[in-house]
């Protein structure tokens, strides 16, 4: 291709924005959205109470290990720089809850669907809120995997410095004093290629994915390679928003009016569907992010900080909630198989079928197999049809029902006729081993 080639395909495909509507169900986005955001906002809602027994035993001498005792090793001032790193955390995620919350469609008829749709400012708010957190995270983990004196001051005086540079007299006297500014005045004396690396700083691992990498190291997390190359994905696709990059302000500044779709609870438009799907895939991202790279480093950093027998309180309560919360995230776009009478499918009746997550589908004639996923979690169902009335079938997991079948529900049944259904299925089990 030539330069004119080039330039001419932006002129044409990259100038004039065509409407398009996303792949994945709206409904079931903003379910999922609903339910991931949740789980986050708990996690956070669950840090908020650790932060604070985390302040409080920081305070007490007899709780923190040998060296963080003693007020003439650097490691003594760290028992009040954690739980401050860990308070900035939760001011970020917490905005990035409020930022990812499911879209509010009560009451939307088709005279105001326009307060559905999205554009420029939702998804720099959106995007750049992700920046915010990814950014953020990723630099406060590796200052507690570190609990490094010359690394933290490396990343507190560089904010300081910009910070100092335009903030007005009022906001400095609220966080100046002499001490403060004594070690940004040493900081001045250095120029910029000794920031890295001085009397008074260090820093190894200036990059976002220099970073990244350590992070994933130091936790032992080398078969989560693909979720590595997530992290840095989203971290240069919100560039490419929080920077004002050209194609992002292409793509989300469009002023052509929307077709509008509708479903069983409102009308919306493309670029509402088109949003969520972004932002379900960002706090997917997030979520994950926090549950196996934020929360063990808290814990990294606990086990150098604390006596063995404290570090173990902080060890079990993260470690349910970071269980938990991958657990949950887990639940989402499952798939499921079910088995079923043959005949059912293209019969006359409403099949019901009733997802792990605990919602009943209603499968309406004629049985539209790009039709059966649940709506409340987006998991997809695998139908295996079973000729006759087979009863019940003996799975790896217990005795599963084939749907359409005369028998009643395994919940239906006398507690006698559970067991006994138990029974043969523990003995086919034993058979099988
Ligand atoms: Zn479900």
Same mark, same amino acid.
């Given at each position: 291709?030539?330069?004119?080639?080039?330039?001419?395909?932006?002129?044409?495909?990259?100038?004039?924005?065509? =409407?398009?509507?996303?792949?994945?169900?709206?409904?079931?986005?903003?379910?999922?959205?609903?339910? $991931?955001?949740?789980?986050?906002?708990?996690?956070?809602?669950?840090?908020?109470?650790?932060?604070?027994?985390?302040?409080?035993?920081?305070?007490?001498?007899?709780?923190?290990?040998?060296?963080?005792?003693? %007020?003439?090793?650097?490691?003594?001032?760290?028992?009040?720089?954690? /739980?401050?790193?860990?308070?900035?955390?939760?001011?970020?995620?917490?905005?990035?809850?409020?930022?990812?919350?499911?879209?509010?469609?009560?009451?939307?008829?088709?005279?105001?669907?326009?307060?559905?749709?999205? =554009?420029?400012?939702?998804?720099?708010?959106?995007?750049?809120?992700?920046?915010?957190?990814?950014?953020?995270?990723?630099?406060?983990?590796?200052?507690?995997?570190?609990?490094?004196?010359?690394?933290?001051?490396?990343? $507190?005086?560089?904010?300081?410095?910009?910070?100092?540079?335009?903030?007005?007299?009022?906001?400095?006297?609220?966080?100046?004093?002499?001490?403060?500014?004594?070690?940004?005045?040493?900081?001045?004396?250095?120029?910029?290629?000794?920031?890295?690396?001085?009397?008074?700083?260090?820093?190894?691992?200036?990059?976002?994915?220099?970073?990244?990498?350590?992070?994933?190291? %130091?936790?032992?997390?080398?078969?989560?390679?693909?979720?590595?190359?997530?992290?840095? %994905?989203?971290?240069?696709?919100?560039?490419?928003?929080?920077?004002?990059?050209?194609? =992002?302000?292409?793509?989300?500044? =469009?002023?052509?009016?929307?077709?509008?779709?509708?479903?069983?609870?409102?009308?919306?438009?493309?670029?509402?569907?088109?949003?969520?799907?972004?932002?379900?895939?960002?706090?997917?991202?997030?979520?994950?992010? @926090?549950?196996?790279?934020?929360? /063990?480093?808290?814990?990294?950093?606990?086990?150098?900080?604390?006596?063995?027998?404290?570090?173990?309180?902080?060890?079990?309560?993260?470690?349910?909630?970071?269980?938990?919360?991958?657990?949950?995230?887990?639940?989402?776009?499952?798939? @499921?198989?079910?088995?079923?009478?043959?005949?059912?499918?293209?019969?006359? %009746?409403?099949?019901?079928?009733?997802?792990?997550?605990?919602?009943?589908?209603?499968?309406?004639?004629?049985?539209?197999?790009?039709?059966?996923?649940?709506?409340?979690?987006?998991?997809?169902?695998?139908?295996?049809?079973?000729?006759?009335?087979?009863?019940?079938?003996?799975?790896?997991?217990?005795?599963?029902?084939?749907?359409?079948?005369?028998?009643?529900?395994?919940?239906?049944?006398?507690?006698?006729?559970?067991?006994?259904?138990?029974?043969?299925?523990?003995?086919?089990?034993?058979?099988?081993?």
């Amino acid at each position: 291709m030539t330069e004119t080639d080039i330039l001419k395909s932006i002129s044409e495909n990259l100038s004039q924005r065509k =409407s398009t509507a996303a792949l994945n169900n709206y409904e079931v986005l903003c379910n999922n959205i609903k339910y $991931v955001n949740n789980l986050l906002n708990w996690g956070v809602n669950s840090l908020r109470v650790l932060q604070s027994q985390l302040e409080t035993t920081f305070k007490d001498d007899c709780l923190v290990s040998a060296d963080f005792k003693d %007020n003439t090793k650097p490691l003594f001032y760290f028992r009040n720089i954690v /739980p401050r790193i860990v308070l900035n955390d939760i001011s970020i995620l917490e905005k990035f809850v409020s930022y990812t919350e499911p879209d509010n469609r009560h009451g939307i008829t088709i005279d105001d669907v326009g307060k559905l749709q999205k =554009s420029f400012i939702d998804y720099n708010n959106l995007v750049t809120s992700a920046r915010q957190f990814i950014d953020s995270l990723v630099a406060d983990a590796y200052q507690l995997t570190l609990l490094e004196p010359k690394s933290t001051n490396y990343q $507190v005086l560089v904010s300081l410095n910009s910070f100092n540079k335009y903030a007005t007299k009022s906001i400095r006297q609220g966080l100046f004093n002499t001490e403060i500014e004594n070690s940004l005045i040493e900081f001045e004396t250095l120029n910029f290629n000794q920031w890295a690396n001085s009397h008074i700083t260090k820093c190894a691992h200036k990059s976002f994915g220099e970073k990244v990498d350590f992070l994933f190291t %130091n936790l032992n997390l080398s078969a989560e390679a693909d979720f590595k190359e997530e992290i840095k %994905n989203l971290f240069k696709f919100s560039s490419e928003f929080t920077h004002i990059g050209y194609v =992002s302000t292409f793509f989300t500044s =469009s002023n052509a009016s929307e077709v509008i779709f509708t479903d069983d609870i409102s009308p919306y438009l493309p670029s509402t569907e088109n949003f969520s799907e972004l932002k379900y895939k960002i706090l997917e991202t997030a979520t994950k992010f @926090y549950s196996i790279i934020y929360l /063990p480093t808290l814990l990294y950093s606990f086990r150098k900080s604390f006596e063995l027998n404290i570090y173990q309180i902080f060890e079990a309560s993260l470690t349910n909630l970071q269980e938990k919360i991958i657990a949950d995230l887990k639940t989402r776009n499952n798939q @499921y198989y079910f088995f079923i009478r043959q005949g059912l499918i293209a019969s006359d %009746n409403v099949v019901d079928l009733t997802c792990m997550c605990g919602t009943t589908n209603h499968w309406q004639p004629p049985h539209d197999l790009a039709k059966i996923y649940c709506k409340n979690c987006g998991s997809k169902f695998n139908l295996l049809e079973i000729e006759g009335d087979p009863g019940y079938i003996m799975t790896s997991s217990g005795p599963v029902k084939v749907i359409g079948s005369s028998v009643p529900d395994f919940n239906d049944l006398s507690p006698n006729k559970k067991m006994e259904l138990m029974k043969t299925w523990e003995e086919l089990m034993k058979k099988n081993k």
